[in-house]
Structure formats: structure tokens, C-alpha cells
């Protein structure tokens, strides 16, 4: 299986971070980071939660799970 970028390829191997720290639409199937990983600052980020959120822009979803850009066509 050919994966798309290396950060695709590493949550495959870590399915839990994948559960824990992204989002994914369901009807484009873009992914990134949960809004609320930004919103920790406060917190010390894991060493995972900060590569995450550096190879992944924040992806807000609505409350059926489609991204703003979807939202406006469905």
C-alpha cells in the first residue's frame, strides 16, 4: 500500500494517535488536527500531539462530522 506523506504512514502504525489528535470528514476524508490540541497551551503537548499539530492544520468538524468547506455544498 503507497501512502500518500510520512505522517499518513506513522498513524497507520499509531492507529491510538490517529483516534486521540485528528479529525477526518466524512464525506472528503480530509484530516487534521483536533481544534482542541491549539487550545492546551497551557498544558505541556506530548512529543506526538506537537508533531501532529505540526504536520497537520486544524480541521474543524460540525456536529455530524463534515468540514466547513462540505458543509456549504451538503
Given at each position: ?53 505540526k ?20
Amino acid at each position: 500500500m503507497k501512502y500518500r506523506t510520512d505522517m499518513e504512514y506513522y498513524l497507520k502504525l499509531y492507529p491510538e494517535y490517529e483516534k486521540l489528535y485528528i479529525n477526518e470528514c466524512f464525506i472528503c476524508h480530509m484530516k487534521g488536527c483536533k481544534p482542541d490540541l491549539f487550545e492546551r497551551t497551557g498544558e505541556k503537548l506530548s512529543y506526538t500531539a506537537k508533531r501532529i499539530t505540526k504536520f497537520f492544520n486544524r480541521l474543524e468538524l460540525n456536529e455530524i462530522g463534515i468540514c466547513e468547506q462540505c458543509a456549504k455544498f451538503y
